[in-house]
């Protein structure tokens, strides 16, 4: 909370300071995507220490990590050196700017546990997905060896889909992205109900997967099917943006 608190305070002196300069620094809309800035603005994000700026300038992006700087500093705070400049590929970006990066330009990156991209790096985005899809789901195959009703409890509750709702709820709109994460939590999805369903498995149907994804009160197991949660998303996301 006190960083939260310090944090505030930084992104209110950086928007003080641009504003004497007559440079507009706006936080984006609760649930807006990137593309919401307005033109010559610079549009920021805030998540705990990751901030993202947004800018379709150079200089009005220079003139804002300048200001922010001078804020972090006042506030006994400084940049991270592993900050980023996201860009799509084959746009010119000034020496200034590249400099102010290190020369770290990428099409897609992590920020806040999922994936950041540019137009255009919807693949890198993809790939980015999935390897935090396999990274979170890696200890899950440890319950192999549990009990099979201890298996189905677990998948029922704290299944694979919990451990990327976070990620999904990031990014709802974009189930294309989602899809190589959705694949891969339902191949360990699969892979436990197998170990669950033991020397039963091999005479398991598709059909008798579809019931391990129906809700228990209609005699299904009521496991979470990673593709229909990733489809929903976007409709949890509209009623969100509906109760705002």
Request: proline share 7%; with cysteine; glycine share 8%.
């Amino acid at each position: 909370l006190l960083f939260a608190l310090a944090m505030a305070g930084v992104l209110r002196s950086t928007t003080a300071r641009l504003a004497t300069e007559g440079a507009a620094f706006r936080a984006l809309p609760p649930l807006a995507s990137p593309a919401a800035a307005l033109p010559g603005d610079v549009a920021y994000v805030a998540l705990h220490d990751d901030v993202v700026f947004v800018a379709d300038d150079a200089g009005r992006l220079l003139a804002a990590l300048d200001a922010f700087a001078h804020s972090l500093a006042a506030a006994g705070l400084a940049l991270g050196g592993k900050s980023v400049l996201v860009v799509s590929p084959g746009r010119e970006v000034c020496p200034a700017l590249a400099d102010r990066f290190g020369g770290r330009l990428l099409g897609a990156a992590k920020c806040a546990g999922a994936p950041l991209w540019a137009p255009g790096c919807e693949d890198a985005a993809r790939a980015m997905a999935k390897e935090i899809a396999e990274a979170r789901l890696q200890p899950l195959h440890a319950l192999a060896g549990a009990h099979p009703q201890d298996i189905v409890r677990f998948l029922r509750h704290a299944g694979p889909w919990s451990r990327l709702a976070y990620l999904a709820s990031l990014i709802p709109d974009f189930d294309d992205v989602l899809d190589a994460a959705a694949e891969a939590m339902h191949d360990v999805t699969c892979r436990l109900l197998a170990a669950a369903l033991g020397h039963h498995a091999m005479r398991a149907s598709r059909v008798a997967l579809l019931a391990a994804f129906a809700p228990a009160a209609h005699g299904g197991l009521g496991v979470p099917s990673p593709f229909i949660e990733v489809a929903l998303a976007p409709l949890r996301h509209a009623s969100l943006r509906l109760a705002d």
